[in-house]
C-alpha cells in the first residue's frame, strides 16, 4: 500500500484490493506448499478415542466438496495425510477413506453434549470449514461448537488435548514424506511435539520406524 514492497505473499482476504492498486501490470506466482491442512479429532476424547466412530464422522465430511467451494483455486484435495507437493502417488480412496456407509448410523451414540471444534482467532478458512463440518454432523444429529481462540491459547489448548476437533496446519521442514507423516502421527511426539491428536498405533509407529 505505501509502494515499499515489490512482491508480497498476501493473505487471501488482501490478495484482491493488493492485485488492484498495483502501481504496475502486478504478476501473480503461485507455489504449492509442501503442508497439508487438517481436522485433527483428539483420540484423548471417549468417543472420538474409538476408531469406529472417527472413521464414521471422516465419512460425514465431503472433502472434495469443501475444498472445492471453501479455498477456490487456493487448495488441493490430498490423498492421505501427505501433501500433493510431494509429487508421490496418490492413494486409491479404497486404501484410506472411509466409506460413505459408514456414515448411515454411528457405531456408537456420540456425547448428548456434542463436540468443541476450535479454531483459531483470525483463521477465515478456519470458520468456514468448521460451520462446514458443523452443518455436515447436524444432519447426522450430532451438536458441534465452535469455538475461536487466540493463538496462543488455541496452541496450548490443542497441544493440551483439551480440543475435541480444532483446525490446523502441518508444514514440511524438508522433502522427507517419511519425517513428514512421524510429526503427525507417531506416538512418541504426541502433544508439542506435532501429534496434537495423541493418534498412537503400534502398526503404524513399526512402518515409519521401518
Known sequence: ELGR?????????????????????????????????????????AWLGKRANRRSLAASIDRALAVK???????KLASGLLPPSFGLPALADSAWRPAAAEA????????AAGLAFWVPDGSATGVRVAEFVQAGLARRGLKV??????????????????????????FA????????????????????????????SPRVAAALAA
Open 69 to 75: 467451494v471453501l479455498v477456490p483455486g487456493r487448495g
Open 173 to 200: 521442514d524438508g522433502p522427507d514424506p517419511v519425517a513428514f507423516l512421524a510429526s503427525m502421527v507417531e506416538s512418541t511426539r504426541k502433544g508439542a511435539a506435532g501429534n496434537r491428536t495423541f493418534y498412537s
Open 104 to 111: 448411515r448410523a454411528w457405531p456408537e451414540p456420540p456425547p
Open 5 to 45: 514492497l515489490d512482491v508480497v505473499a498476501a493473505r487471501e482476504s488482501d490478495e484482491r484490493k493488493l492485485m488492484s492498486i498495483a502501481g504496475e501490470a502486478p504478476l501473480k506466482v503461485e507455489q504449492d506448499d509442501a503442508a497439508t491442512y487438517y481436522i485433527g479429532m483428539n483420540t484423548r476424547q
Open 145 to 170: 461448537s465452535i469455538v475461536t481462540k487466540d493463538w496462543s491459547d488455541f496452541e496450548r489448548g490443542v497441544t493440551a488435548g483439551e480440543a475435541d476437533l480444532f483446525y490446523l496446519s502441518w
